[in-house]
Every structure is written in C-alpha cells, then in structure tokens.
C-alpha cells in the first residue's frame, strides 16, 4: 500500500522560507516521478511541480505562481522529496499534498498546512 | 497553459438522482482527463482515469466520458456518500491542471 506522509508545514511570516517533506513507502521510489498539489482554504487544487526519476534526468517542471522561488528535490536513498520553498507570499497559503506519480494521483497524503501571515 | 472549465459550479441533488458534471479543456488533451472526488477535510480521490477508466475499488454507478475537449463524469444513482466536490485534471501537458469544482449538495 502506498503511503505518503507530508510534513514540515506551519505558520511562517511574508519573506520567509520553509522546506516540506514527504516519507513515501509502498513503491519503487527511486522510478517514480513525483508530484506536488496545494490547495489554499476553500479554494480547488493547484499543480505546483514535479520532478522526475533519476533515469529519467531528475529534471523539475513549475507552475508559474511558483518558479524561482521553489524548488523540488529528491533523495531517493531516504525515499523522500521535498519542496524547499523561499520568498513565500500569502497566497502560499494552502495544505500542500506529495503525489506519487507525474501524471494521475492515485495515492494521498493528509497533507500539511502552510499558513504565510505575518 | 491548458485551462479546464467545469460546469456546473454547484449541482442540488437528491438520493436516487441521476447526475452528470462537464469539463471543457481550453484544447484538445485525447483522453488524459482524470476526475476526483473531494470530501471536506479529506485529501482527494481518484475516481476515473483517462477519461473512462475506473479506478479500481470505485463503485461502478461512477462513469466518465469524453475525448478531445469535452468529457463527463455521470454518476447514474447518487448515494448519500456521493455528496462531495468533483474535480477534473488534464494530464496532456505540463502544468497539470485542474477545473475550478462541482459541488454535489443536497437539493
């Protein structure tokens, strides 16, 4: 069964930094392209990047909201991803999710809640 | 960037009712639709990928169709359970995206 288990999330004031991860277990982590969805209080789900495998180049895809503040990294030997966030904005605000997969997200984590107020 | 529009924004329903949902993609994305279902406080829910195919363990009055722009996600007899927030995600291209929600609410 595959679990995913975000953590790292928090209140954190408008400039700040924060970095989320996410323990996966029940999969071949090391092949999987992951995936990072938020959605902000009452609104719907926002892609925010993903990264691939190591095979294939682990290179890493934005949405636009977010590129060049945040970045999405991996460590295969932990089965962890992460998602080091900087320059937050209050419309950062939003339980983000770790997916894995690049494409359909069979597989949720509770997720973690950022909160970017000063 | 693709854009996904879903219609309607709410539907009332009723036990027993017959309930279809749409989502219009801004180009043509083949059959890489995925739907959801959302429940307050709770992480989604894959129901149907590929714009027909059930999820495994997804009863089967859930059913998707569509390919190119268009595709629908039916649901043939609402159950109390069923009354959640659906989304659609287009899979074709990077960024992923997903259509605004339907809320499925007792009518």
């Known amino acids: 069964e595959v679990q995913l288990v975000e953590s790292g999330g928090g209140l954190i004031k408008p400039g700040g930094s924060l970095r989320l991860s996410c323990v996966a277990s029940?999969?071949?982590?090391?092949?999987?392209?992951l995936t990072w969805v938020r959605q902000a209080p009452g609104k719907g789900l926002e892609w925010v990047g993903r990264i691939k495998s190591k095979t294939d180049g682990e290179t890493t895809d934005y949405a636009e909201p977010v590129k060049g503040r945040f970045t999405i990294s991996r460590d295969d030997s932990k089965n962890t991803l992460y998602l080091q966030m900087n320059s937050l904005k209050a419309e950062d605000t939003a339980v983000y999710y770790c997916?894995?997969?690049?494409?359909?997200?069979?597989?949720w984590g509770q997720g973690t809640l950022v909160t970017v107020s000063s | 960037d693709i854009q996904m529009t879903q219609s309607p924004s709410s539907v009332p329903a009723s036990v027993g009712d017959r309930v279809t949902i749409t989502c219009r993609a801004s180009?043509?994305?083949?059959?890489?639709l995925a739907w959801y279902q959302q429940k307050p406080g709770k992480a989604p829910k894959l129901l149907i990928y590929a714009a027909s195919t059930l999820q495994s363990g997804v009863p089967s009055r859930f059913s998707g169709s569509g390919s190119g722009t268009d595709f629908t996600l039916t649901i043939s007899s609402l159950q109390p359970e069923d009354f959640a927030t659906y989304y659609c995600?287009?899979?074709?291209?990077?960024?992923?995206?997903f259509g605004g929600g339907t809320k499925v609410e007792i009518k």
């Open positions: 180009q043509g994305i083949s059959s890489w």
């Open positions: 995600q287009q899979a074709s291209s990077f960024p992923l995206t």
């Open positions: 029940g999969f071949t982590f090391s092949n999987a392209w």
């Open positions: 997916l894995s997969s690049g494409w359909y997200f069979d597989s």
